[in-house]
């Protein structure tokens, strides 16, 4: 047992490092991109408007739009191992272009290709460690993807605090080739080797995830095989909606992928050095290092909790407590902005967000990717992942996009009102969150 969960470890950790990659590049660009706008430095390398900087901000989230459609179809295709070596191709490039340029409209396109790359990601990796680890542990293995992720976000805050342009590009160039290097030792999926017919490296590949080949071992390979056989026969967009029980957990991930979206961590993150002010001792910058070290610090409490408790009671406590800080942090600026100076606002600002950052990186996010890899059968799979992301996508895009103008325009306590209403209002349904809790 002990031998075969450390192959399942080997055989994720490159896809894990992985999610550091892709976080990496989809914060580093922004953080740039604001620290030009909010220094006005003249001694930087180029400048960019408020407008450019909520495009640089909000254009991955528009090209991840289309890249789930693109996995959908080519997961069953070319496989799981040959995408996420494009993806991390992709993003190796992408640092050499923005190495290499000056101009926004550059930036905007590898923004947009770095967001397709996400896209297909997000589609694909919860699937492969969906497939490769078994289902006592998944949720321990999607935990550490996520330490990965966040570690990524957090190095990107630490290098466009103190380096320049081009060293920022350079460290990222680097560590998307060790990336590139790195995922290329990931094994194939049984699931697909069976797919395809090959069943002699889809047994290998089994019995060296599983353990040594047993009656039991070999048994329960049997049932895989018979299983996707099965599924592959009701492959189509209309299985996904004419059967019931595939309908109801197609609903059950998109609601999750919308509570999810709307928690407004997307926009949080990417102008987090915004929402953060000056104290005696720190900088905004210096603030959201902190911000990204809470959240690591958090999935590896989430490493704990995630396989200890059931999907329901993580999803409810975690967005009630997230409402609870919304609100905190939205009377706060009200109070600030509206009534009177706050003695220690920068700090009281930095722990109710920061809560919620934690609370979303501990419970929240973990849930969402490992129901996605979960709840939905073989045969749909890919298509109800793809339309996951979509959605997401789709509100990642709108919620980034905006921020800039209705912070300037009304204030960050608008922003977090709005949210905080948003989740309000889903959750006063209460027949509705029961219904995907008890799904879940």
Request: net charge positive; aromatic share 14%; with cysteine.
């Amino acid at each position: 047992m002990l031998k075969s969960v450390l192959h399942q470890i080997l055989a994720t950790t490159p896809d894990s490092l992985f999610f550091h990659q892709y976080v990496s590049d989809r914060d580093s660009v922004t953080k740039i991109a604001l620290n030009e706008l909010t220094l006005q430095d003249s001694s930087e390398e180029f400048s960019l408007t408020n407008e450019e900087c909520s495009w640089v901000a909000s254009l991955h989230n528009f090209g991840r739009i289309g890249g789930p459609f693109l996995a959908a179809f080519l997961v069953d295709v070319v496989g799981r191992k040959p995408l996420l070596i494009t993806c991390s191709l992709t993003f190796f490039t992408s640092w050499l272009l923005i190495l290499f340029t000056r101009k926004v409209w550059i930036l905007y396109v590898v923004r947009t290709i770095i967001g397709a790359a996400i896209g297909v990601h997000d589609t694909i990796s919860n699937v492969y460690i969906a497939e490769s680890c078994s289902p006592k542990i998944r949720g321990t293995f999607a935990s550490i993807a996520m330490a990965f992720f966040y570690a990524g976000e957090l190095i990107a805050f630490i290098l466009v605090t103190y380096l320049p342009y081009n060293q920022v590009a350079i460290v990222n160039a680097a560590i998307g080739c060790v990336s590139l290097l790195c995922v290329f030792l990931l094994k194939e999926t049984v699931q697909f080797l069976i797919i395809k017919g090959n069943y002699k490296s889809a047994e290998r590949n089994y019995y060296w995830l599983n353990g040594p080949k047993t009656l039991s071992t070999e048994s329960k390979f049997e049932e895989i095989k018979e299983n996707i056989q099965r599924e592959r026969s009701k492959v189509s967009f209309q299985q996904l909606f004419m059967s019931k029980a595939n309908f109801i957990s197609l609903r059950v991930i998109l609601i999750i992928s919308v509570l999810e979206m709307f928690t407004g961590f997307e926009a949080i993150t990417s102008f987090a050095s915004m929402a953060f002010t000056k104290s005696e001792f720190l900088t905004p910058n210096e603030f959201t290092i902190l911000f990204g070290l809470f959240q690591f610090l958090s999935i590896c409490f989430s490493s704990f909790i995630i396989d200890r408790f059931n999907r329901r009671t993580i999803f409810l406590i975690s967005f009630f407590a997230t409402t609870i800080t919304h609100c905190c942090t939205s009377a706060l600026y009200y109070i600030h902005q509206n009534l009177t100076v706050m003695p220690f606002f920068s700090w009281l600002i930095f722990i109710t967000i920061t809560t919620y950052a934690t609370i979303y990186s501990a419970g929240i996010l973990p849930i969402y990717y490992i129901v996605r890899g979960e709840i939905l059968p073989q045969s749909v799979k890919a298509i109800g992942g793809c339309m996951a992301v979509f959605l997401n996508s789709i509100i990642g895009f709108v919620t980034t996009k905006i921020f800039l103008y209705i912070s300037n325009e009304h204030g960050l306590f608008i922003l977090k009102k709005t949210g905080t209403e948003l989740v309000a209002a889903l959750r006063s349904h209460p027949q509705r969150v029961s219904l995907v809790a008890g799904t879940i």
